[in-house]
């Protein structure tokens, strides 16, 4: 078998496609099996046959036999798992109210501002109807959870409360479980808040973008220059009664180096931090990247992933840092992720006038409609929707091509319908940073897998010893 494996198509074997991750010495030390998303470490005695194999060049006999083994070089049909044009539509489990359709602050790059989704606050009626459409597009699941965005929801929060209360109420009765996540600039939070996010199933995001000489420069007040004194504020306050359910949203403009930005993070203590490249034109600060702008992030990720380690190593607390964590868990599972998230499938979105749309970033923008929360959703719409410009990555033009389509599940739509030049492939300028932040995160998994499994636990939030006999997937001979 190993002499027919030389000769590529002889037994029907073949070789899956893969990403290598070279040391110093340019060597092949593991790779990342893009078909089964599995990290496979290469013995040292063959990893410069490897090397050759896995690009393209000799394969020597002893290369396909441990190619052989691991099931790399195979007899298995090549994988694919497009839906084509007309995929499943699921059970809606989760929806997005804008609840005040406004905003109190002039984020610079504000993606609402873009594409003018404002449109005043939800009135009550039109918030029980929307309830009586979840509730109804929920079926069967066991679980629902009530997003609020899309401008500040605090500036509406008299009918927060009053959702919250009939909400809870209806899936009380219908034996549901019902959570809430909330995105807020924090600038309203007070301890009449403070204390309803802490009493009711809230998990919180704030959206912060790092210290106050980088966050003043973009998120910027209707009547005042500056807003990070008031954002750091309601920050305290909720880290104060709930910081596992807190989560501060950063949003990475030109010229931000990640490193300032993690060190703010841990200096106020943040449990979980997300950041995220910002969309946009030139004046915005969402130009495509040059190399610089690629090397100064590829450098601080290694930097932050290398503290992350040194921190797990140390027993310190840990922040949860997405993206990497989010990739982290991904390969642990190991599962293809072929969507890049719920939209028009799972996940929808309501404006305040009660429209749907296929999440909330899609608000308000022309030709997206699926109806209205009176009439119920067009699933035909939904169907093309996510058969066209959400397709999954197997269908979806540059996604199926690339190494991390798997692990990244094919960028934001909403993205590449206002700031893309072609609404079914994603917004390209975006790409380059996150192949950048899974490259991290796949190395960061092989540390940590080589140092102790279990800090993978520790990483994630949990007690490393309440999994006795812990075994981790989504890895070969690491």
């Not at 190494?403 to 072609?422: I, M």
Request: charged share 25%; hydrophobic share 35%; with cysteine.
């Amino acid at each position: 078998m190993i002499k027919d494996a030389l000769k590529n198509e002889n037994n029907g074997l073949r070789l899956r496609p893969a990403h290598t991750f070279l040391n110093g010495k340019g060597v092949c030390v593991f790779f990342y099996d893009i078909e089964r998303t599995l990290i496979i470490e290469v013995p040292e005695n063959i990893r410069v046959d490897i090397n050759s194999a896995l690009g393209g060049g000799k394969m020597t006999a002893s290369a396909a036999k441990w190619l052989i083994e691991e099931d790399m070089l195979t007899a298995s049909k090549p994988v694919t798992r497009a839906q084509g044009a007309k995929p499943y539509l699921p059970a809606v489990t989760d929806i997005s109210l804008d609840i005040s359709g406004d905003c109190n602050l002039q984020c610079n790059y504000c993606f609402e501002k873009d594409i003018k989704s404002r449109t005043g606050p939800m009135s009550e009626d039109t918030m029980l109807i929307a309830l009586d459409f979840i509730f109804k597009e929920s079926m069967d699941a066991e679980a629902i959870t009530l997003h609020f965005g899309s401008g500040e929801p605090l500036l509406n929060f008299k009918l927060l409360k009053k959702i919250v209360k009939e909400a809870g109420e209806r899936a009380k009765r219908l034996g549901k479980n019902i959570s809430y996540d909330l995105t807020t600039n924090a600038t309203l939070v007070d301890n009449e808040a403070q204390a309803f996010f802490r009493d009711n199933p809230f998990n919180i995001r704030v959206s912060c973008d790092g210290p106050e000489r980088i966050h003043d420069k973009f998120r910027i007040g209707r009547f005042e220059a500056g807003t990070y004194s008031k954002t750091e504020r309601g920050i305290k306050l909720l880290l104060a009664v709930m910081p596992e359910r807190l989560a501060v949203n950063t949003v990475v403009s030109s010229g931000t180096r990640l490193t300032d930005l993690w060190k703010w993070a841990k200096e106020m203590g943040l449990r979980h931090y997300l950041t995220i490249k910002v969309g946009g034109t030139l004046e915005t600060g969402g130009a495509p990247a040059g190399k610089k702008e690629l090397d100064y992030y590829r450098e601080d990720l290694a930097f932050i992933c290398a503290d992350i380690l040194d921190d797990l190593k140390a027993g310190c607390p840990v922040v949860d840092y997405q993206p990497v964590t989010k990739i982290i868990r991904r390969l642990m599972l190991p599962y293809p992720v072929t969507r890049f998230c719920g939209v028009a499938g799972t996940y929808l979105g309501v404006a305040s006038n009660g429209d749907i749309y296929p999440c909330f970033r899609h608000l308000g923008l022309n030709g997206y409609g699926l109806g209205n929360v009176s009439k119920g959703a067009d699933n035909d719409k939904r169907q093309v929707y996510l058969g066209r410009e959400a397709a999954d990555v197997d269908t979806r033009k540059g996604c199926r091509e690339c190494w991390a389509r798997y692990l990244c599940g094919g960028a934001c739509y909403a993205d590449t319908v206002v700031y893309g030049k072609d609404k079914l492939m994603p917004y390209s300028p975006h790409c380059d940073f996150w192949r950048v932040e899974i490259s991290a995160a796949i190395k960061l998994y092989y540390e940590i897998l080589q140092t102790d499994p279990s800090y993978c636990l520790t990483l994630l939030g949990f007690d490393k010893n309440n999994f006795p006999g812990l075994q981790v997937s989504g890895t070969t001979g690491c």
